[in-house]
């Protein structure tokens, strides 16, 4: 222990001793005048390094091949290892021999490791070198990744707008001569006539894992207004889990749960696909990949064109919705002592090209994918052929995103998602924020084991005001209010 201690203060001190140098180093590094012709890339670990075959990997296979002659740059990929990042990364700094292009992975590590002046601030570079990246980004999104207003990364972009949805047995209610309710009213109805005909309890969800409460009923608390982590009132940032909205959605759930519409075993689950292939469940709220499988599976009895995501209810307010999908936590950084910054720079922009991105995406054309009017033609026995070519993936775009989807047939499923109306929670765009990203994650798991325990019984609903002093005396109160410091200034 006493061992691991100096290690890490030594560590620490190289770190300090390697940024305050960087911080006076010469401006002409970033005028790019010395550079060389090549680029050292060290990107998060990644399963497709252990899918490369014969000869191939990582620096050697047909499409870096390219890369690296199209952009001009001799490309030298490293990866980080699956564990310990942080240690390494800090290492990696604290010893000058960066590459000039680091994954950082933690919203924590990367805002830490920016303050402490690791990084080039990437303003004047991402406006005169990467002019690319307004065709992908919001500026919201690149705000996000912001420090006292100066840019020192880029958002390794997530593609995915939403995840889950409210899937639904359509065969059944067609069977019932029902119609897909449309309002929380009409669901509570459409559930007590399924119950009373066909004897089950039709809601059903997985919500044995944490997390996987705030996941599996957000539809229904999307109605109350409160599918999110926070909601604003009187232009300040409040938690929603304590909110009077959401004991009336903790209200109406027990009602439900009591009535026989919600299934007795929701807290236990940890998966609801053969509830819903057997028809023992006829809703339930579940990721879109999961429901490809629910379908196939469905199929394979016999049965087609059995389960559809439907929209959310609308509440008596007219609330309603699914949340958005969180803004990735993993960025792309130059260190402050990398030597071919304008090189990275560039060539981030080049892999924003529809021509780079098209190789990245899939492959070479007339080998592994044909254009027939003007569509890409790519068959699964295609795609599988060269899975690694995600490693290059700096970025998700859309384009790149929804092939890949397409490949392995999740596209409709995703798809049918998208229409529905989808609610931002405003603290994935915050910096980091101590008092509430160290303190969130056990907040929210004290939210979703009490609010399991009103649903069921085990506590009366009558107990939470005493639930909300619980809440802020474990840190709720300070939390929302670090957050504010941030929010109000928007």
Not at 405 to 416: M, Q
């Amino acid at each position: 222990m006493v061992k691991r201690k100096i290690i890490t203060a030594l560590l620490a001190s190289m770190l300090v001793i390697t940024l305050l140098s960087g911080c006076g180093s010469n401006d002409s590094k970033n005028t790019g005048a010395s550079e060389s012709g090549s680029l050292k890339i060290m990107r998060t670990y990644h399963t497709g390094l252990e899918q490369f075959t014969g000869n191939d990997n990582i620096n050697n296979n047909k499409l870096v091949n390219l890369l690296s002659e199209w952009s001009g740059l001799k490309l030298n990929y490293e990866p980080l290892p699956k564990d310990n990042v942080s240690q390494k990364i800090s290492v990696l700094l604290a010893s000058g021999d960066v590459p000039d292009i680091l994954w950082i992975p933690g919203k924590s590590d990367y805002f830490k490791l920016a303050q402490q002046g690791a990084f080039e601030p990437l303003d004047d570079l991402i406006e005169q070198k990467i002019p690319n990246i307004s065709t992908v980004f919001s500026q919201d999104e690149l705000d996000a990744a912001k420090l006292d207003g100066v840019a020192y990364g880029i958002p390794i972009r997530v593609a995915q707008k939403v995840g889950n949805g409210l899937l639904v047995r359509t065969d059944i209610l067609s069977e019932l001569g029902l119609q897909a309710p449309t309002t929380l009213d009409e669901m509570h109805t459409t559930l007590k006539t399924i119950k009373e005909k066909n004897g089950i309890a039709p809601f059903t969800v997985a919500t044995s894992n944490p997390g996987a409460f705030k996941a599996g009923f957000s539809p229904m608390a999307g109605a109350f207004g409160v599918d999110t982590s926070t909601i604003v009132k009187d232009g300040k940032l409040e938690f929603s889990w304590v909110q009077p909205e959401f004991k009336q959605f903790l209200g109406t759930m027990k009602n439900w749960y009591d009535e026989g519409l919600i299934d007795k075993e929701f807290a236990i689950n940890k998966d609801v696909k053969d509830k819903m292939i057997n028809g023992t469940a006829v809703m339930t709220t579940t990721y879109w990949a999961d429901a490809m499988r629910i379908d196939q599976s469905i199929e394979e009895k016999g049965k087609s064109d059995t389960v559809h995501f439907i929209a959310p209810p609308v509440g008596q307010d007219g609330k309603s919705g699914l949340p958005e999908e969180s803004l990735a936590t993993t960025y792309l950084v130059i260190p402050k002592e990398a030597k071919n910054k304008t090189n990275a720079a560039e060539y981030y922009n080049f892999l924003l090209e529809d021509k780079t991105d098209m190789l990245i995406t899939f492959g070479i054309e007339n080998e592994d994918y044909t254009i027939e009017n003007n569509e890409v033609v790519q068959t699964a026995e295609q795609s599988n052929q060269i899975p690694w070519r995600t490693l290059y993936f700096s970025l998700d775009t859309d384009k790149s995103f929804n092939s890949r989807l397409a490949a392995k047939g999740f596209l409709p499923y995703y798809n049918e998602l998208l229409p529905f109306k989808q609610n931002r929670e405003e603290t994935g765009y915050a910096p980091f924020v101590e008092a509430w990203d160290t303190k969130f994650t056990e907040l929210q798991n004290y939210m979703e084991e009490n609010a399991m325990k009103f649903i069921m019984g085990k506590r009366d609903l009558s107990e939470f005001d005493k639930f909300v002093e619980e809440f802020n005396a474990k840190g709720g109160e300070t939390a929302i209010k670090a957050m504010n410091e941030w929010f109000v200034k928007q």
